[in-house]
């Protein structure tokens, strides 16, 4: 194959772009001490420059290329047409700080989407404004300490928080300054209520509660669990961002949670991965309305405007969120409607539990009970063999797959979790149960292949810790070739 690196493609002389002749005055360049004598500067034509760059996406791996299934993640395939929505000149070329008599459109969309999530939610008022879904936690939160603040209830020092739980949810109340305790599952993977029972006093602010948990399952005792909570003067946080499975079926609401975040990148269709962009917004019963993050749309007789609620915890950001997400998540929703949010929710599940009940021969299933979104095996059989989780993971590459999320939730050994989304038909399904059956005949046949994947990619295992301490972002034309 044709080399596609700068090093090889360059040469002296090339150029990739026609400048029109000077019609103005050069001026000065810098004193020569300031100009750079190294600079290492490529230099190539426009097409050898769009094959590069070509070469470059096409070595990544999306959810545009294939199978995508990482757990906890929701990465679903977005329909393209909301790009265009979101692209519309009325929508991007506004500014933040343009006068809201302006900029009607956008506020009204605004307006309506906290309605809608609201309602899809079953909670009574949305703020928009937080940018991913760690902000959300953060910002519910941040509401419960100043609502037990507001109240001189200064005894609430603790939250507490499953085991199973996503690593934000501990992170957040930390960084809020509450004291953390985790409460264990029990061993059909729903929170253990007895541990709950004695953990739950009055010094307990909150608990938050991811729901489906982490594992992929519906804890059915929630209502007990919300009771107890209630009883002894705590709030029901929970994490939504797993939303997935409950869209038109379940509320938080009704459940008798007081906060929720949603991941709008996640359930609500924005690709997303990579650092962003995101979107968490928080929804609350009557009690916490007043804290909401600001600024909130609100309406009357002269039509929209952002207020501020009377005790918000503040802004999380320069201006209002990310308002593209916002776009696509509105569109996404108005497309589908109610009867269509509840079919995305019934195939998620029954694209999850497909793959459960056809790899359940072939790999552990640690809590046997039909599951939501996601699916989480252990790979503890295969471990015994001297292959672990992420050597399959690694393999899976080689079969064209993106490896689903491993090790995560901490609470199941060897952690294979899987998360197929709605969006992903049977055939696709069924190319990746081959790869994983035939996987799992690897182990037992030729674990030694197992060892060395992947084989297929430019790059091969990486050294992940140096990668993310000390990433080595500079690049120098020079090295190139050493750092492929
Ligand atoms: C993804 C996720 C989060 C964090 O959301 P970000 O947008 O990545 O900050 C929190 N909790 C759960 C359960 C998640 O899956």
Partial sequence: ??????????????????????????????????????????????????????????????????????????????????????????????????SADSVQGALKLMFELQAYLAEIVGMNATSLAPMAGAQGELAGILMVKDYYQAQGDKKRKKVLVPDSSHGTNPATAAMCGFEIHSVPSDTKGNLDLKSLHSLMTDEVAALTLTLPTTLGLFDPQIAEISQLVHGRGGLLIGDGANLNSLLGRVKFGDLGFDCVQLNLHKTFST????????????????????????????????????????????????????????????AYIRSLGAAGLAEVSRDAVINANYLKEELRADYHLPYDRTCMHEVVFSGKRQKAKGVRTFDIAKRLIDYGFHPPTIYFPLIVEEALMIEPTETESKQTLDSFIAAMKAIAREVEENPEILHAAPHNTPVRRLDETTAARQPDLRWRMSEEKSKL
């Fill in 271 to 330: 690709p997303h991965g990579g650092g962003g962009p995101g979107s968490g917004p928080v929804c609350v019963k009557p009690n916490l309305a007043a804290f909401l993050p600001s600024p909130i749309v609100t309406k009357d007789d002269n039509g929209y405007s952002f207020f501020s609620p009377l005790h918000s915890i503040g802004s999380l950001g320069a201006a209002y969120g990310n308002f593209g997400v916002m776009i696509k998540a509105y």
């Fill in 1 to 98: 194959m044709e080399s596609y690196l700068l090093p090889d493609i360059s040469q002296p002389g090339k150029t990739g772009c026609t400048l029109p002749p000077l019609d103005v005055t050069p001026s000065e360049l810098p004193p020569r001490e300031l100009l750079r004598q190294d600079l290492e500067l490529p230099e190539v034509s426009e097409v050898d420059l769009v094959r590069y760059f070509t070469h470059l996406s096409r070595l990544n791996y999306g959810v545009d290329t294939g199978f995508y299934p990482l757990g906890s993640c929701t990465m679903k395939y977005n329909p393209k047409w909301q790009e265009d929505i979101a692209r519309l000149p009325g929508f991007a070329e506004i500014h933040p700080y343009q």
